[in-house]
């Protein structure tokens, strides 16, 4: 018998309300925005995608905040809010990564709004939104366009901020593949894992749902699938189509369930050594999976066999088989490769274990000192 929340327990789905999925979408933009009027537009992107914001097709002003960071942090934030107040536009794009899609989503709340982002971290503290909201991926990893969550470090706690609103929801959300082929082939495998992650840590979480459940285990399945292949050759068209829904899946996941131990463990390698976010989740990756095994065994093993691995709940096969996936990707899994001082794994495992929005909802209680440990074994 799996464990499950009951399935009389409160679960809020929240979708936007217009998905457009396909090769070849991007420009449908241009058409939606024409159709509702707008003239003027801010694109929140990082400096290659702000290079080809012509195919969005937008109409009347395009102005472009094109220095969106690999992890955002306030004073990123900050410049961003700035350029939206003096440019006001009617319609705010996030076109890039999980980055640039939320800061996009902050710029479309804050501007006018007399609030901080430090006013509106939390859940449902975000006052209001006046202009409409478009989210284009450009890799296969978060699933922010389909979610309402956004996060950015603190640089003075290097820390997360979070911030959850359903104002933040976009009104279309456009994946369109071809905009991931361009991706290389240590991004891709890295922001695959990142999304594959979302879909693990969601099932096996304390607050996995049956209605969530159908997203992650499909989710995991299609980075099993497809994520190997798109590695290889990135212009694999349908192994990128599988990649962007399988990373659909995983912001799917996001918002009702939300992540574990992962997630909280990988954090402080992104905030405190600028290692990007997937490739931190794929570090840790197999050694939180396996953690979680002996309580989540059923599960655990539905995992490895959506991945294409030996179905186990044997941690020591779990971790063995789950590193050699991401290995096998060409993903580097060692934190001393990566730059990281091994002095500071104390103050790292510290940190983690503070974070108790994800921590509470790992299915196995998980100490500071324990965290170390993983640290040390993915050293």
Request: glycine share 10%.
């Amino acid at each position: 018998m799996l464990r499950m929340t009951d399935l009389a327990s409160p679960l809020q789905i929240a979708r936007p309300p217009l998905l457009e999925l396909g090769g070849g979408v991007a420009p449908k933009l241009g058409q939606w925005a024409r159709a509702r009027g707008v003239t003027r537009s801010l694109v929140v992107a990082d400096a290659f995608n702000a290079g080809r914001v012509a195919l969005l097709d937008l109409p009347g002003e395009v102005h472009v905040f094109g220095a969106v960071k690999p992890e955002p942090d306030v004073p990123n934030l900050e410049k961003a809010v700035a350029m939206a107040e003096a440019v006001r536009p009617e319609l705010v794009v996030g076109f890039g990564g999980g980055s640039a899609m939320d800061l996009a989503k902050l710029v479309a709340v804050l501007p006018g709004s007399g609030q901080s982002i430090h006013d509106v971290a939390g859940p449902d503290k975000v006052a209001g939104r006046q202009v409409l909201l478009a989210q284009l991926p450009t890799t296969a990893g978060t699933g922010s366009e389909g979610g309402i969550r956004a996060l950015v470090t603190d640089p003075a706690t290097r820390n997360k901020i979070a911030v959850q609103s359903l104002h933040m929801l976009a009104d279309i959300a456009l994946l369109d593949p071809e905009l991931t082929l361009t991706v290389p082939p240590a991004v891709t495998a890295a922001t695959g894992v990142d999304a594959m992650a979302h879909c693990v840590e969601a099932f096996t979480s304390r607050k996995a749902h049956p209605a969530i459940d159908l997203y992650a285990l499909e989710g995991i399945r299609l980075v099993g699938r497809f994520l190997a292949r798109a590695v290889a050759d990135g212009s694999d068209r349908e192994a990128r189509a599988g990649l962007a829904l399988a990373s659909l899946y995983g912001g799917f996941c996001l918002g009702p369930v939300n992540t574990t131990a992962g997630h909280a463990v990988a954090y402080p390698l992104g905030t405190r050594h600028n290692i990007p976010h997937g490739l931190a989740c794929a570090v840790i990756f197999p050694h939180t999976l396996a953690f979680n095994a002996p309580v989540m065994a059923e599960k655990t093993a539905l995992v490895l066999d959506a991945l294409g691995l030996p179905a186990s709940s044997e941690e020591s096969t779990v971790r063995e088989a789950t590193h050699r996936f991401c290995a096998g990707l060409g993903i580097e899994m060692r934190l001393g490769a990566l730059g990281v001082p091994r002095d500071d794994l104390p103050a790292m495992a510290a940190e983690a274990h503070a974070i108790r929005r994800l921590l509470d909802n790992n299915p196995r209680d998980l100490s500071q000192a324990q965290i170390l440990a993983m640290y040390e074994a993915a050293y």
